[in-house]
């Protein structure tokens, strides 16, 4: 069974701070249209928006007063439906962000609820007459104190899990069901192929679930993903689900339920990884990991527009990472994460980038790239909270890194302008004229993974290698084998691959230096420099066996 979303690379990117079309310091729908040929040129097969929805913006637009149409500062409907169908034209799907946890404060449902009990919409929301006591698990502790406040026109206070300004949504109510269903229906309408969905676990965990009609609250993902299939057969659903790993049966069902789940888990431990300069951390990481159905499949990131989540490592291990990648205080955010982008933790070293996608694009999953990860772009510190990794792309060395002719200061957000992340040094166009550079790294890489869908879809075996520093791993699919090996250490490394008869053949698909053929025997030394990384594709009914060397 070929599913799209298991060979897909996915890109995130922010349509307000990725393109300006028409001068006024904010990206557009048109903007990012006109992008879509350098989207293709890098080889990805799918976006992801974040939300793009009309907002306050008190939070990235995460906070949605109307579900149905688009921030005006980014276009029309129609300038969306035109961007959907020149994205499809060019074989790119597009899935958007589904965010049910809560609405804006200023959505009209939230103004009519605080109206009184009597008002339909009152229902649609959380409240208690009296204070209740303040429940565990404020999400942003520092800039959020509680999860209820108090509203004066209601007498009532109302349930937030995010900011004050972001009210809980009554999952539980069945009329909030069936709007959650308008809102996917309509934007499949639209073109898009399926949909992110934001913090599905607080919408799962509220109580009101005890109250409706579901025999198990996980339940309601289901209900979500027979809609879903119902309305459009091919899409999908990505649940932003940072849960431990004995509850990931309940979001995968018995692959009835999410599509995929990104990979938190594995994530963690791969940073883990790269602080110690060891495989081990991974591969601890990766033994957690339970198995999932044929249909679901775990989405693989480094970076995303929100912090680095260390909550999943132990104490010791978390504060190894903070101390190698965050070491000051300003770098760290909510107590569990840190706020930086990839380059800058890695100190910008080329091997190690490399590795690092590498292993993404490796690990059994889908790969999941942020907007300027594939040319190393850097991070502000300067800027509040999470806004410090969602600074406009940078395109060019012209004003504003090519991203808006619009005077500096009316920019949505400050472009990075100086230092050696600064876009007259690190931009699309300086790198699309070197072959050596990271861009043109990523391309390639890029095309390769997409030739190799056992790295997607096959069934994954870890290599016993006997070195501390070296991760190997095999993927096998409809009877082909890929094998990736990487070394984590800053030193080289030697692993002895027995890959059966030559007669089998053995194909090095992206390396980091010439490739020796195998001697007659089958047995192969397999070299690799400090950070290196080795991808070799193995003919069918080829076999391979490691001993460390």
């Known amino acids: 069974m070929r599913l799209w979303y298991k060979n897909a690379i996915i890109y995130e990117l922010d349509v307000e701070t990725f393109q300006d079309s028409n001068g006024d310091g904010v990206g557009d729908f048109a903007g990012l249209t006109d992008r879509l040929e350098y989207l293709t040129s890098l080889g990805i097969n799918c976006i992801w928006l974040n939300p793009f929805y009309p907002t306050p913006n008190r939070d990235n637009g995460y906070d949605i007063s109307d579900y149905y149409s688009v921030d005006p500062r980014l276009g029309t409907l129609g300038d969306f439906v035109d961007f959907t169908y020149a994205a499809n034209d060019y074989g790119i799907r597009v899935i958007i962000d589904l965010v049910i946890n809560h609405t804006s404060i200023d959505h009209p449902w939230f103004q009519k609820a605080r109206q009184g009990k009597d008002s339909k919409y009152h229902d649609y929301y959380l409240w208690e007459d009296e204070m209740p006591e303040d429940p565990a698990g404020v999400v942003f502790p520092g800039p959020q104190e509680s999860t209820w406040t108090y509203d004066e026109q209601a007498g009532q206070y109302y349930f937030h899990r995010f900011y004050k300004h972001q009210p809980d949504l009554n999952i539980g109510n069945k009329d909030v069901q069936e709007e959650i269903r308008k809102i996917m229906g309509f934007w499949l309408k639209l073109g898009i192929s399926g949909f992110r969905v934001d913090a599905i676990p607080f919408v799962i965990e509220q109580d009101q679930f005890d109250k ?53 888990m594995g994530n963690q431990h791969l940073f883990a990884a790269l602080a110690k300069e060891e495989a081990t951390p991974l591969i601890e990481g990766i033994k957690k990991i339970p198995e999932i159905p044929e249909m679901g499949q775990w989405a693989n990131f480094l970076r995303n527009h929100d912090e680095l989540d260390l909550g999943r490592l132990d104490d010791k291990t978390q504060k190894f990472v903070f101390d190698k990648f965050a070491p000051e205080e ?147 699919w409809d009877g082909q084998t890929l094998i990736a090996i990487h070394n984590f250490a800053n030193k080289k490394a030697s692993v002895t691959l027995d890959f059966g008869s030559p007669d089998d053949g053995v194909v090095d698909l992206l390396g980091d230096q010439e490739y020796v053929p195998v001697d007659n025997d089958g047995e192969h030394e397999v070299k690799l420099e400090p950070y290196g990384y080795r991808w070799f594709r193995v003919r069918k009914d080829g076999r391979v066996n490691t001993e460390n060397k």
Request: with cysteine; glycine share 8%; charged share 30%.
């Open 330 to 476: 300003t770098m760290r955010i909510y107590n569990r994460g840190i706020r930086r982008r990839l380059a800058p933790m890695l100190s910008n070293n080329r091997h190690q980038l490399e590795l690092a996608h590498s292993l993404i694009f490796t690990l059994p999953g889908t790969p999941i790239i942020r907007y300027g990860e594939e040319i190393g772009m850097g991070d502000d510190m300067s800027l509040p909270e999470r806004n410090s990794v969602r600074t406009p792309m940078q395109w060019s060395s012209e004003d504003n890194g090519g991203f808006s002719n619009a005077p500096a200061d009316d920019l949505v957000r400050k472009v990075i302008d100086d230092g050696e992340y600064g876009y007259e040094k690190v931009n699309v166009v300086e790198q699309q004229r070197h072959e050596d550079s990271l861009l043109s790294w990523m391309k390639k890489a890029i095309s390769v993974r997409r030739q190799c869908p056992e790295f997607g879809a096959g069934e994954f075996e870890l290599i016993e290698t006997d070195d501390a520093h070296t991760l190997a791993h095999r993927c096998t």
């Open 212 to 264: 409706v009609a579901f025999d198990n609250k996980y339940d309601y993902i289901r209900n979500l993903r027979q809609f879903l299939s119902w309305r459009q057969g091919d899409s999908v659903l990505l649940a932003e689900a940072n849960v431990k790993m004995d509850l990931v049966d309940e979001y995968f069902g018995d692959g009835d339920k999410m599509h995929m789940l990104f990979n938190f």
